[in-house]
């Protein structure tokens, strides 16, 4: 089968990894791709977002199956356009954009949760014309208070404040178009205070199959501070996830939305990320996110043994019902190596070194770019360095000592990746 994976981040470098290792793979596309992707496959040089262009590619090049790695292509409606004529037989790992707006919309999303009965924050939804709800909300609530752009935001649109005063100027703010069209709708919620973990369901929109959970590390500096970014490293799985919370979880959380899924009859065929807390032990849904994370692929990938093709055309023709997920018993760590500066301003086309001789672990491709033969650094988030190990603090470990003989110029990463396990 010949397939085309849209993005260029470390998620499609290691999804391109793995689909290349797949009997049933003979044509391997990224589009746009990275330095990574074009050692498993042909990078194709489109943008993400060119709907057409893909289209044509895929055409002309007999496509079967197309892989969307990020969100945006689906908020936009890929699927959508796909499924309509002469593309209409190739197969898609990506749900419409009706369904997609379970990441693209947080008013859309609670509305499901509430819909649906999935433990959740309470929240009001608010635009311009009901602005006085949103205060006198703010003043029932305790701090801190929690207000979400309804739109994508570039990860940037969750703004989590201590002062009531500051809080109310800034809902304002946002409505008045801080975040732009995002931030016309904003979410208020209420503040859930517990530890973050995300995990992952490969739906066909009736059934799924559960791959490895992950946790990510969002924040710029050590000890979780700083500024938001991508993802700066994660750990999967989760050691404090025993038996008890995963049980929860399935039946409180995953049964219940993808039984909304169908209830609602969205074509959602893809996978639905959930952006977990468990506050003394319950677990409760923060987001949903429509595909898979960054840096979560680069962990999750690595313990699948099964064959993601196979699961992929069990996905499409709605025969997951009977399918089986194997997974790695051992634990695997990323660290995410990033360019000076990131997540503010950073300078690209740094010369990368040493990546090519380490063996002891797997290093997946973000903003990297060929030039000849030398690899150039064309992003923020630049290499993942992920390792699989009996102990996830060896796993982390050997993936710190191996980005230390990675070179480029004002290189960063993080030496605290699980710290908090
Ligand atoms: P989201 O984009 O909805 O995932 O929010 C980004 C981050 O903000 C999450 O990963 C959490 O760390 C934090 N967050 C979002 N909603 C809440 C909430 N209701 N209570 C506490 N933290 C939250
Ligand atoms: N690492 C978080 C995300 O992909 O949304």
Redesign the pocket.
């Known amino acids: 089968m010949n397939i085309l994976i849209v993005g260029s981040g470390g998620r499609e470098h290691a999804l391109a990894w793995k689909i290349a290792q797949s009997d049933h793979c003979k044509n391997l596309y990224i589009a746009p791709g990275n330095a990574g992707t074009g050692l498993c496959g042909t990078n194709v040089d489109i943008d993400i977002l060119d709907i057409g262009n893909l289209r044509q590619f895929s055409l002309e090049n007999r496509v079967d199956l197309l892989v969307v790695g990020p969100e945006a292509p689906l908020v936009e409606g890929i699927t959508d356009s796909f499924r309509i004529g002469d593309t209409k037989h190739i197969n898609i790992i990506g749900p419409s954009a009706y369904a997609a707006q379970l990441e693209g919309s947080?008013a859309f999303a609670k509305k499901f949760m509430q819909k649906y009965n999935l433990p959740t924050?309470a929240y009001l939804e608010i635009s311009r014309d009901n602005i006085s709800s949103g205060i006198k909300f703010l003043e029932e609530l305790k701090p801190p208070y929690?207000l979400?752009a309804d739109g994508l935001a570039a990860g940037k649109g969750?703004l989590?404040l201590d002062d009531l005063t500051e809080a109310k100027a800034q809902l304002k703010d946002m409505l008045d178009g801080k975040f732009g069209k995002a931030s016309e709708i904003v979410v208020i919620?209420?503040?859930?205070s517990g530890i973050?973990f995300s995990v992952f369901a490969l739906t066909d929109g009736k059934s799924y199959v559960l791959l490895p959970e992950a946790k990510d590390y969002?924040r710029i500096g050590e000890g979780d501070t700083g500024l938001n970014t991508g993802g700066m490293g994660a750990i999967s799985p989760v050691p404090f996830i025993d038996d008890l919370l995963w049980k929860k979880v399935v039946q409180s959380i995953v049964e219940p939305t993808i039984k909304g899924i169908a209830a609602e009859k969205m074509d959602y065929t893809g996978f639905v990320f959930f952006?977990l807390?468990s506050v003394g032990g319950e677990p409760m849904v923060?987001?949903y996110n429509c595909r898979l994370g960054d840096p979560e692929t680069e962990v999750i990938i690595p313990r699948i043994k099964s064959d993601l093709l196979q699961l992929f055309r069990d996905a499409v023709s709605g025969n997951l019902k009977d399918a089986k997920m194997e997974v790695d018993s051992r634990s695997a760590s990323t660290v995410m190596m990033v360019s000076g500066g990131y997540p503010g301003d950073f300078d690209k086309g740094k010369l990368i070194n040493g990546s090519e001789k380490i063996k002891s672990s797997l290093i997946f491709h973000g903003g990297t770019k060929k030039t000849g033969k030398e690899i150039f650094t064309n992003g923020g988030r630049v290499l993942a360095v992920t390792t699989l190990n009996d102990d996830y603090r060896k796993a982390v470990r050997i993936s710190l000592s191996n980005a230390d003989k990675i070179h480029f110029e004002g290189k960063y990463y993080r030496h605290d990746i699980g710290f908090d396990l």
Not at 189 to 192: A, G, H, R, S
């Open positions: 947080k924050a929690v979400k969750v989590i919620e209420e503040f859930l973050e969002k952006g807390i923060i987001e």
